[in-house]
């Protein structure tokens, strides 16, 4: 062996020894070091490699909608279950139009609701809708005072009709007014104390007025909604 080559077996052995505990660092290293070894907030997020770290490793609430990019996350990827009411939805529990409803609690209109904030809606019996009211299709059977006819009607929830309007509904088909004429619910003269007229109207659709007092047939007009 020369004497240069001599001269550089320390240098080499001690290379050599380096070497072989780098080497075994490294696979103790890659033995013994987890995620649980790793201190909290130790490594940065930039530092980790995509994909590295699986959605079930994350603490829920680690990361905020702000750090989410946009279109990062589909509407497949989301739990219904777990999101509220949309803002703009609860208008919809009061809509303003309900065309179709069995019920419409606070529907500003409902076209088809059988009931309209817990009443009843819609014309039953012996009525007809016209004029946005439940008009009695058959006047009565008695002919009573104006104001025995006013208090039948409101017995029933509704009221005695305006000349106009009675007019107007004689020319419905099938509608045809007692013969002489029918009381309203017009007082178109007063002559003094408990002394008036209450408008009428004849079976011709003609207006006119009786005393208070004498006796006319009626009919009864029903809200919609009772």
Same mark, same amino acid.
């Given at each position: 062996?020369?004497?240069?080559? #001599?001269? $550089?077996? !320390?240098?080499? =052995?001690? +290379?050599?020894? &380096?070497?072989? %505990?780098?080497? @075994? *660092? /490294?696979v103790?290293?890659?033995?013994?070091?987890?995620?649980?070894?790793?201190?909290?907030?130790?490594?940065?997020?930039?530092?980790?490699?995509?994909?590295?770290?699986?959605?079930?490793?994350?603490?829920?609430g680690?990361?905020?909608?702000?750090?989410i990019?946009?279109?990062?996350?589909?509407?497949?990827?989301?739990?219904?279950?777990? #999101?509220? $009411?949309? !803002?703009?939805? =609860?208008? +919809?529990?009061? &809509?303003?139009? %309900?065309?179709? @409803? *069995? /019920?419409?609690?606070?529907?500003?209109?409902?076209?088809?609701?059988?009931?309209?904030?817990?009443?009843?809606?819609?014309?039953?019996?012996?009525?007809r809708?016209?004029?946005?009211?439940?008009?009695?299709?058959?006047?009565?059977?008695?002919?009573?005072?104006?104001?025995?006819?006013?208090?039948?009607?409101?017995?029933?929830?509704?009221? #005695?009709?305006?000349?106009?309007?009675?007019?107007?509904?004689?020319?419905?088909?099938?509608?045809?007014? @007692?013969?002489?004429?029918?009381?309203?619910?017009?007082?178109?003269?007063?002559?003094?104390?408990?002394?008036?007229?209450?408008?009428?109207?004849?079976?011709?659709?003609q207006?006119n007025?009786a005393?208070?007092?004498s006796?006319?047939?009626?009919?009864?007009?029903?809200?919609?909604?009772?």
């Amino acid at each position: 062996m020369s004497r240069g080559l #001599l001269r $550089q077996l !320390p240098a080499l =052995v001690v +290379a050599g020894i &380096a070497l072989l %505990a780098a080497l @075994a *660092g /490294t696979v103790y290293a890659a033995a013994r070091i987890d995620g649980h070894s790793i201190k909290a907030k130790s490594l940065p997020g930039n530092r980790l490699a995509l994909g590295s770290v699986p959605g079930n490793r994350l603490k829920p609430g680690a990361i905020a909608g702000s750090q989410i990019a946009p279109g990062s996350i589909t509407g497949s990827q989301i739990d219904s279950a777990t #999101l509220g $009411q949309v !803002p703009t939805a =609860v208008h +919809a529990d009061n &809509a303003d139009s %309900a065309r179709d @409803a *069995g /019920t419409a609690l606070v529907a500003v209109s409902a076209v088809n609701a059988g009931t309209v904030n817990g009443h009843s809606a819609g014309c039953g019996g012996e009525t007809r809708a016209f004029a946005g009211s439940c008009w009695q299709v058959a006047f009565s059977e008695a002919a009573v005072s104006a104001p025995a006819a006013a208090t039948s009607c409101a017995n029933q929830g509704g009221e #005695l009709p305006s000349p106009l309007e009675l007019a107007a509904f004689a020319q419905q088909p099938g509608i045809a007014l @007692a013969a002489g004429e029918e009381w309203t619910g017009d007082i178109p003269i007063i002559s003094g104390a408990d002394i008036y007229g209450v408008a009428t109207v004849s079976s011709t659709g003609q207006i006119n007025y009786a005393a208070f007092s004498s006796t006319r047939k009626y009919r009864c007009v029903i809200p919609l909604v009772s």
